[in-house]
């Protein structure tokens, strides 16, 4: 398999619903577990406690409970940490506000169903922005993650480009 393929392979993995610890988490196990969720494919850094934070201050995110972050956070964080590599916070408010209007949870696995929609077109070089029936929210909801993906995805293929060069060296 080419390492681009598996690049763009590996975007599957970020965690589904089921997989987002259902308890609370301080703010440095939530950090950790983001990280961790993307495995290099996002800058360094890209989250931060102060982020995080402000996220919260700016009405983003939900405020903790008791200073535990809950699955719902967990969830809302990691369609953040994708949408912001191509959207304004103002941009990602109002995707967010149209894909949770019936829960996070609901609105989170709409978000990974059309994160693995563009994964799996993209591997097959097919990306389709408009669907039949698609409502202005999903046509956003599809363009906005699909702009995301593709500059992860470029940033990754960049940076293993680097890393084959210095091997080579």
């Known amino acids: 398999m080419p390492e681009?393929?598996?690049l763009?392979?590996?975007?599957?993995?970020?965690?589904?619903?089921?997989?987002?610890p259902d308890f609370g988490l301080y703010m440095d196990q939530v950090i950790v577990l983001i990280e961790r969720a993307f495995d290099g494919l996002l800058?360094?850094?890209?989250?931060?406690k102060s982020m995080v934070n402000n996220y919260v201050k700016v009405q983003l995110i939900p405020r903790p409970t008791g200073k535990k972050y809950e699955r719902?956070?967990?969830?809302?964080?990691?369609m953040i940490c994708i949408l912001k590599q191509a959207l304004s916070m103002e941009e990602i408010s109002s995707i967010l506000?149209?894909?949770?209007?019936?829960?996070?949870?609901?609105?989170?696995?709409?978000?990974?169903?059309?994160v693995d929609t563009l994964c799996e077109a993209a591997s097959s070089g097919q990306i389709v922005l408009r669907q039949d029936g698609?409502?202005?929210?999903r046509l956003a909801l599809r363009a906005g993650?699909?702009?995301a993906i593709c500059t992860i995805y470029a940033r990754a293929i960049i940076a293993h480009g680097k890393?084959?060069?210095i091997e080579k060296k």
Request: proline content about 4%.
């Open 4 to 6: 681009e393929d598996r």
């Open 8 to 20: 763009m392979k590996t975007m599957l993995q970020i965690p589904r619903w089921e997989g987002l």
């Open 43 to 48: 800058p360094e850094g890209e989250i931060t």
């Open 72 to 78: 719902e956070h967990m969830a809302m964080l990691l």
């Open 97 to 114: 506000t149209m894909l949770c209007e019936k829960g996070v949870c609901a609105g989170y696995t709409q978000f990974i169903r059309e």
């Open 134 to 137: 698609d409502d202005a929210g």
């Open 145 to 147: 993650v699909t702009a």
């Open 163 to 165: 890393k084959e060069k």
